[in-house]
């Protein structure tokens, strides 16, 4: 395999705390990246850099790891511009707007899902992010929703079964016996093709009684939990989360303090999803509350046409920073390593020996000009998996 080294790195984020100066960034400065194949095999001082097959001058500019976006919602059909335009003139966010994109993604066929997945992740890769994570939940019928997972499954292997994202127009009148059927008949359409199963924990969509028996029927068919929680009021989300060991509890923006204790004191990563409430108006998440009572926190997208429709992770750590309490060190880290605890991966979102090798060539100095000049497309090259593809 031929060898690639990036050098004159002016500050490399390698999430590896013993590299640099023993911060979690581990940052190294005037660095170089040795990649082999589609792994990270050196990285250290640009003057120490072994000779290489072929050398990429990073001439002064910053290297961070690919960004690991744990959490969106891709297979779609149809917009919601409509909605949008109205809750920006005064009405509410409400759980119910999902019906819309149920029914256009019912109607619409495999090609154009996958197709709109293919466009949206172009997107983001665009953008900085390596990994992404993606879930049903439009389609609410064993069929559509085994597809939907189907064809997630040709884009990522971070797929997640969401049936429970609400209730499906069908059983309006019978919520008992769609939870049997997510439980059910769908659950066993849905377990092959996915790695996780999630459900929505909150007012209009699924109770604690209900989320509970979703999630263990799913981990008895292999499926990791994962959960919605506590996004639009407090409830019994997180507190399941972390009795279950989901992976992460994604929103946590209305915590009592029980709720950011369990989080501090358990392996479930709290995953905060800035768009949504950008989007939506709502209350921001206190990251800084999570953060000094020792939870590990995630930022993600939470892509999806009704309630945080960007692509875009640069936008989120410059919303963390602006808006959730978080410095520009602790949101770079949320959106590359944080987001890898969030999918329980080890070899992604850092740049060490031996990790994936998915970097982000940055047209800045730092990872901090990600925060301090939001919205400027700074992006200059991205590898994945040792690949240059942007």
């Known amino acids: 395999m031929t060898t690639t080294a990036v050098t004159h790195i002016a500050s490399l984020v390698t999430n590896d705390p013993s590299l640099g100066n023993g911060a979690p960034l581990g940052l190294i400065q005037d660095a170089a990246v040795v990649i082999e194949g589609d792994r990270i095999v050196w990285t250290g001082e640009s003057s120490k850099a072994p000779a290489t097959d072929n050398v990429l001058d990073a001439a002064g500019r910053a290297v961070v790891p690919g960004f690991v976006d744990s959490h969106s919602h891709l297979v779609f059909a149809g917009d919601r511009t409509q909605e949008f335009n109205a809750r920006m003139s005064g009405q509410p966010y409400r759980a119910g707007g999902i019906r819309t994109t149920v029914a256009a993604t019912r109607a619409a066929t495999d090609e ?7 466009r949206y992740l172009a997107e983001a890769l665009r953008q900085g992010t390596t990994t992404f994570e993606t879930k049903s939940g439009y389609g609410l019928t064993v069929e559509d929703e085994a597809r939907a ?5 040709r884009h990522t292997d971070e ?10 127009p069908d059983y309006a009148d019978d919520p008992a016996g769609y939870v049997d059927l997510v439980t059910g008949p769908m659950l066993e359409a849905c377990a092959p093709h996915a790695r996780w199963i999630d459900v929505f924990c909150e007012q209009g969509a699924f109770d604690g009684d209900q989320a509970r028996a979703i999630l263990t029927a799913g981990r008895a068919k292999g499926l990791h939990p994962r959960i919605h929680a506590n996004q639009l009021s407090y409830g019994p989300g997180v507190q399941l989360a972390v009795e279950l ?9 209305h915590l009592t303090d029980a709720d950011v204790d369990a989080l501090g004191q358990g392996r479930t990563v709290a995953t905060l999803l800035p768009g949504a409430e950008f989007s939506t108006r709502a209350a921001w998440p206190d990251a800084r509350r999570l953060l000094d009572a020792g939870a590990t926190v995630a930022l993600s997208t939470d892509c999806n046409p009704g309630s945080s429709f960007t692509s875009s992770m640069p936008f989120c750590v410059a919303l963390a920073v602006r808006d959730m309490g ?18 329980r991966r080890t070899d992604i979102g850092r740049i060490t020996p031996g990790a994936r090798a998915d970097l982000v060539l940055l047209d800045a100095p730092s990872h901090v000009h990600l925060a301090y000049r939001p919205g400027v497309p700074l ?10 593809v942007v």
Request: include cysteine.
């Open 326 to 343: 978080m410095t520009p060190d602790e949101a770079i880290w949320s959106a590359t390593a944080g987001g890898a605890a969030a999918l």
């Open 159 to 168: 797929v997640t079964y969401l049936g429970a994202h609400i209730v499906s």
């Open 379 to 388: 992006v200059s090259a991205v590898w994945r998996s040792g690949e240059r």
């Open 245 to 253: 060991d989901a992976a992460s509890a994604d929103h946590c923006t």
């Open 149 to 153: 997972l189907r064809i997630a499954g």
């Open 112 to 118: 154009e899902l996958s197709a709109n997945v293919a």
